[in-house]
């Protein structure tokens, strides 16, 4: 296996590095607030906390100001595909009250994952966006 040169990988944007630091610190909040109301320990037991951590523990490469622009793609859209899935989960395990009032602590995620969401597509376009150009050959 060759080794990387970190000197040729492609320069993420500022914005790029901002969007990953906006998701890691919305996670970190996540986490805390799993941890004080002991949901964490029975979603790793569960199993599903285990995919959310592994993305929290990747996300932190972005963070670099180079990249590979696959892997960087790759795990924006499964943080994305993560945000979504727990927005829906979380959305469909607890009865809405009608008054427009929240009922349970469950619906108090709810906006942190719409966040992840809004973060997750901003970074996947940053990234579409200022994508350099293919160079082709003659």
Known sequence: MAAVN?????????????????????????????????????????????????????RWKLLRRTGDPTATMV????????????????????PH????EMSTPLEHWEPLYLLGVVICCGGLADLLINQPAAETVE
């Open 75 to 94: 795990l924006w859209a499964l943080s994305l595909l993560h945000e979504l899935l727990c927005l829906i989960m979380f959305y469909c395990d607890h």
């Open 6 to 58: 970190h000197q040729e990988l492609p320069r993420r944007s500022v914005l790029q590095r901002g969007l990953a630091l906006a998701q890691q610190l919305k996670d970190t909040a996540n986490i805390l607030l799993f941890l004080g109301n002991g949901y964490l320990f029975f979603g790793i037991l569960g199993g599903i906390g285990i995919p959310g951590l592994i993305l929290y523990y990747l």
């Open 97 to 100: 009250s009608s008054g427009g």
